[in-house]
């Protein structure tokens, strides 16, 4: 007994030195033992939001192998593609990779991917084993559901209710095999992608049975609870739930007020909401106020919504949240960059015919600029928006540009009039990406992104989404015409 309890505490003292943990992550495609392969890992560190929480090791598969060697203090999110095409989906997304974990991945079939068809062994093993036990008995009810557009609210919630059922049998199944956090983990990410759809359809409907299903089937049977336990908050977008729970608990048919939208058209309400409904739960509160103001900071910059829940923020996040120097450094970006009035990046971009375009050339014209990649969503329901901003503001000294941030010309091309605007000039930043100078210098964290230059080449500021009220785009921008 004392040598075990002497062992431990070297242990500890160990890793309070060396805090690093090694951690393997291989595997072998047998398809590929005699042709080369692209193998990428992807992983998202939970304790870190915004930029720099992805990290992607790119190798060439040698044999049919691949081998990562990582240094971890924290459980991470992983996933991994082969020629850029995902090896987890269909199934999921991402698995769970704790510090010190020797893992193995054997791809059998590299033509039928998706976590179902991998195999997996190694220490830590189990837990990707349970998620690949649990990813199969939800599938299993996916197809057994008629087509999602023919289902009923009612019939949406009765299902999404069975599958949460599944998910916790294995969650109670496989609790002597894999430690309770990692359980608690694989469960809240399971239940999220269950959740997501079900909840965007809530936030839009307009049924007068939507809030009595919605406490039927989520509030008293407590559906949230996997998201509040420790920190499952952090991983893989589970925030995003409880996003949407917190504005159908406060509004019987959050679609009059904004649907899916609430958060961008009221950010400083959404905050109050958070606050109000997570009391109980400060990790989760800290995090989603956390990224209330990554978000509000990327769309407006210094505005008056950034400077509001700036404050709220530091009102309600403890210092020693994870999250709070980074929100600090963000603020003080946003504060020190992209001034109203500073002058604007004199970029160079060519045109669809090769043709170079500078900031210099739109002298005496107000400059939209719309950053946007071919694959965007929120890109393609913007087209059609600039599209009539354009025919609105035919005549004035207004020049709208298109700018692609894809990775190559192929793509920028294919991507024109789809995901940007058919009407203006389309530039391409050279497959650059978020390394090309003008990327550097707007710093977007999303996409699409509008910035709007003035006359003289000066900066006028971020507008408003023309998604979600021309009115109050063209109102921001009139005065500098």
């Given amino acids: 007994m004392k040598r075990h309890i002497l062992?431990?505490?070297?242990?500890?003292?160990?890793?309070?030195?060396?805090?690093?943990?090694?951690?393997?992550?291989?595997?072998?495609?047998?398809?590929?033992?005699?042709?080369?392969?692209?193998?990428?890992?992807?992983?998202i560190y939970p304790s870190i939001i915004g930029n720099g929480h992805k990290v992607?090791?790119?190798?060439?598969?040698?044999?049919?192998?691949?081998?990562?060697?990582?240094n971890l203090t924290e459980p991470i999110s992983v996933s991994l593609t082969l020629n850029d095409i995902p090896l987890l989906f269909p199934g999921t997304y991402s698995t769970i990779i704790n510090p010190g974990d020797s893992v193995q991945i054997v791809v059998p079939d590299s033509k039928k991917l998706g976590i179902l068809n991998l195999e997996f062994s190694g220490k830590g093993s189990e837990k990707n084993n349970f998620q690949?036990?649990?990813?199969?008995?939800?599938?299993?009810?996916?197809?057994?559901?008629?087509?999602?557009?023919?289902?009923?609210?009612?019939?949406?919630f009765q299902s999404t209710d069975r599958k949460l059922d599944a998910i916790d049998f294995y969650?109670?199944?496989?609790?002597?095999?894999?430690?309770?956090?990692?359980?608690?983990?694989?469960?809240?990410i399971e239940y999220s992608s269950v959740l997501d759809n079900l909840f965007i359809t809530a936030m839009n409907s307009k049924s007068d049975s939507l809030n009595e299903l919605f406490n039927k089937y989520i509030v008293k049977n407590k559906r949230m609870l996997p998201f509040y336990k420790d920190d499952c908050i952090y991983f893989d977008g589970n925030f995003i739930a409880v996003r949407d729970y917190i504005i159908l608990?406060?509004?019987?048919?959050?679609?009059?007020?904004?649907?899916?939208?609430?958060?961008?058209?009221?950010?400083?309400?959404?905050?109050?909401?958070?606050?109000?409904?997570?009391?109980?739960?400060?990790?989760?509160?800290?995090?989603?106020?956390?990224?209330?103001?990554?978000?509000?900071?990327?769309?407006?910059?210094?505005?008056e919504n950034s400077q509001k829940i700036f404050q709220i923020f530091c009102e309600n996040v403890k210092d020693d949240s994870p999250f709070y120097g980074q929100i600090l450094n963000a603020y003080q970006v946003v504060q020190s960059r992209l001034k109203k009035g500073m002058s604007f990046y004199n970029f160079s971009l060519k045109d669809v015919s090769g043709k170079m375009?500078?900031?210099?050339?739109?002298?005496?014209?107000?400059?939209?600029?719309?950053?946007?990649?071919?694959?965007?969503?929120?890109?393609?329901?913007?087209?059609?928006?600039?599209?009539?901003?354009?025919?609105?503001?035919?005549?004035?000294?207004?020049?709208?540009?298109s700018i692609s941030i894809d990775r190559d010309e192929k793509l920028w091309r294919n991507g024109i009039g789809k995901f940007s605007a058919k009407n203006s000039i389309q530039l391409f930043t050279d497959g650059l990406e978020m390394k090309h100078p003008l990327i550097s210098f707007l710093k977007p964290r999303g996409f699409p992104f509008l910035a709007a230059v003035d006359k003289k080449g000066n900066l006028i500021g971020i507008p408003p989404d023309p998604r979600f009220s021309k009115d109050a785009f063209i109102r921001f921008i009139e005065p500098y015409l």
């Avoid at 992607?56 to 990582?70: A, D, V, W």
């Avoid at 939800?138 to 559901?145: A, C, V």
């Avoid at 109000?276 to 978000?295: F, G, I, Q, R, T």
């Fill in 357 to 401: 375009h500078n900031l210099s050339d739109f002298n005496g014209k107000v400059i939209i600029l719309d950053l946007w990649f071919n694959g965007c969503g929120g890109c393609a329901q913007m087209a059609p928006e600039i599209d009539s901003l354009e025919k609105n503001l035919k005549g004035k000294n207004i020049q709208f540009l």
């Fill in 56 to 70: 992607i090791c790119k190798s060439t598969l040698k044999s049919g192998r691949f081998n990562y060697l990582l």
């Fill in 171 to 188: 969650y109670k199944r496989f609790s002597k095999i894999v430690r309770a956090k990692d359980r608690d983990i694989i469960r809240a």
């Fill in 249 to 303: 608990t406060e509004y019987k048919n959050p679609q009059k007020f904004g649907g899916t939208l609430f958060r961008k058209l009221h950010p400083v309400k959404y905050c109050e909401l958070v606050i109000k409904h997570m009391a109980k739960n400060p990790l989760v509160k800290e995090y989603l106020l956390s990224d209330a103001a990554l978000n509000v900071f990327s769309r407006e910059q210094d505005s």
């Fill in 132 to 156: 690949k036990t649990v990813v199969a008995a939800k599938l299993e009810l996916y197809k057994r559901d008629p087509p999602y557009q023919n289902q009923s609210l009612e019939y949406k």
């Fill in 7 to 43: 062992t431990l505490i070297f242990s500890f003292f160990f890793l309070s030195i060396y805090g690093q943990i090694k951690t393997e992550i291989s595997g072998f495609i047998p398809d590929f033992f005699a042709r080369t392969g692209k193998i990428e890992l992807h992983i």
